[in-house]
């Protein structure tokens, strides 16, 4: 546990990409299996513990420390795990030995919810501060220390390359999700003690091919001539992998298996190929809004109300593999073709082929672009006709061409501390709009909240603002008087049972302070439900 908590230290003060990789690569390196095995798990987001549970956390250091003095540490530090780790007290003569890394993961995967906290309590007394801190980031979820899985992944690679193995990042990704923690035989290839994994029984999960946004400013450089467009859908993007023989599968953009929660589209995937599409609900021929597919996101039972009311369908963009063949070297052009070909010839049920944009010049299709939220449409997708299918977000072959996105001036309701860089800053907003005329009994509603879209310096500012306009406190979480207005940015709104105001903004970012603006003046209820997709 002792090595696994030097990493994330030393990762969480590691401001460079490259110096991340370097500390990573140098672990593996370092580390015996399985503990390297179980890091790559943690930094990968693999972990869960189910009956491991933040409250359990608390409530053991409320039985050591003043609940007063903990709940004054917790509003200044901002992050539970650094918290109890600075405050937790040492008992005189504790002497067991510091837990494995793989110890503290065997005890939680069989542990019951009651035996869970005296775990934590003899580990969190054999562990110093940093490793408490290690500790609790891991049981409760969530390092934040700057590492995404990909980098974890590309760490790996490029360790194993320099080991002579012929592993590489878009391999690594290719196999990853047909195995399971601590991947023995992941490290047996990157040092290369053993070929590739095979993982042809577990779905053959390939990497997607991601776009770059498309700023104003590229489209003067880009040739109309080479770029195909088509419509950007307004839905989670999927990868089909059909089996003639066996069960089909169905995975999110991240390589994550959804198949379980869409039955109607695993049902459909008795082929022999691998497709690229948009997930989405179709109802009577028509594109339904996000918020039709969200309710059938992350739910753990698919009731048969769901499948009638939320027809899930597939909008199909690319043929990755056809009968074993792999296509991700052929040009765009070519792959189009045998896609179109494919749909004509196999005739999906629940699917349909994504239709290409004809166009001459650029300004003929920014009107089209213009249309787009009308039908339910985030924008368009740019494809370059000579590209191949790569892996990752490589700059030129694809952009996204998103519509602009809609603004409403609120009012900030509520500020709660960040995490890690911004754990000492109220930088998370809870914004309102007013249900009538502020001056004549109407009242602040919470319609959103947001993190991002302002700088260093305008945190700052936000900071000193909240501490002195605060007038009620909830642990971490401060409520501030009505009087400053941001300008928020979101994607899309719709209907909300979850929310008071009934109504739920889509991807909300600040786009702008208004200091200037009295709170008055921000924007009613009523404008923003006349702004409801569909």
Not at 227 to 232: D, I, L, V
Not at 320 to 331: A, H, I, T
Request: charged residues 25%; proline residues 7%.
């Amino acid at each position: 546990m002792n090595r696994f908590a030097a990493l994330i230290d030393a990762l969480a003060f590691m401001p460079s990409r490259t110096g991340k990789v370097r500390l990573i690569a140098d672990h593996f390196a370092t580390t015996p299996d399985p503990e390297r095995g179980w890091t790559l798990a943690a930094l990968t987001g693999a972990l869960t513990f189910a009956a491991a549970k933040p409250a359990a956390v608390r409530a053991l250091v409320m039985e050591r420390v003043d609940p007063e003095l903990f709940g004054w540490s917790y509003d200044f530090v901002g992050d539970l795990a650094e918290t109890v780790a600075l405050i937790w007290p040492e008992r005189p003569g504790t002497d067991s030995p510091p837990p494995t890394l793989s110890g503290v993961v065997a005890a939680l995967d069989r542990a019951t919810r009651a035996e869970v906290p005296r775990l934590i309590e003899g580990w969190l007394d054999a562990l110093d501060a940093t490793g408490r801190w290690a500790l609790l980031k891991l049981i409760t979820g969530g390092l934040r220390v700057g590492v995404s899985a990909r980098l974890a992944k590309t760490a790996l690679a490029e360790w194993g390359a320099g080991n002579g193995s012929d592993i590489g990042i878009d391999a690594v990704e290719e196999v990853w999700h047909g195995l399971r923690p601590p991947y023995a035989e992941l490290f047996a290839w990157a040092e290369a003690r053993a070929p590739r994994p095979d993982v042809s029984a577990a779905g053959g999960f390939r990497p997607l091919m991601l776009a770059h946004p498309l700023e104003e400013a590229d489209i003067a450089a880009l040739d109309p001539a080479a770029y195909r467009a088509e419509w950007k859908w307004d839905g989670i993007r999927v990868q089909l992998v059909g089996r003639t023989l066996g069960e089909g599968r169905l995975y999110s953009r991240t390589g994550d298996e959804i198949t379980a929660g869409f039955p109607d589209v695993a049902a459909r995937l008795g082929f022999d190929a691998v497709l690229d599409g948009e997930l989405l609900v179709v109802r009577e021929g028509e594109v339904r809004p996000f918020n039709d597919l969200q309710q059938r996101l992350n739910r753990r039972q698919v009731t048969a109300k769901m499948l009638r009311d939320y027809p899930a369908w597939v909008r199909l963009y690319d043929l990755l593999v056809e009968g074993g063949e792999d296509l991700r070297g052929l040009p765009f052009d070519a792959r189009r073709r045998r896609l179109e070909d494919w749909v004509a010839r196999v005739r999906p049920a629940g699917m349909d082929l994504s239709p290409l944009i004809a166009f001459t010049d650029w300004d003929g299709l920014a009107a089209l672009r213009a249309g787009a939220r009308e039908n339910a449409i985030e924008g368009l997708m740019l494809k370059r006709g000579d590209s191949p299918y790569l892996a990752g977000r490589p700059k030129g072959p694809w952009f996204k061409w998103k519509r602009g996105p809609l603004t409403l001036d609120c009012v900030m309701m509520y500020a709660q501390r960040g995490h890690g860089k911004r754990s000492s800053y109220y930088s998370d907003y809870t914004f309102g709009a007013w249900t009538g005329d502020p001056d004549g009994g109407g009242e602040l509603v919470p319609v959103g909240k947001a993190y991002s879209g302002f700088t260093d310096e305008e945190l700052g500012r936000l900071d000193r603002w909240v501490r002195a306009n605060t007038v009620n406190r909830f642990g971490p979480v401060r409520e501030v008087a009505p009087a400053l207005v941001l300008e928020v940015a979101f994607d899309s709104v719709h209907p909300s049972g979850r929310h008071r105001s009934g109504l739920a903004m889509r991807f909300p970012r600040i786009a702008r302070i208004r200091w200037d603006k009295p709170a008055h003046e921000a924007d009613r209820l009523e404008t923003l439900r006349a702004l409801v997709a569909g």
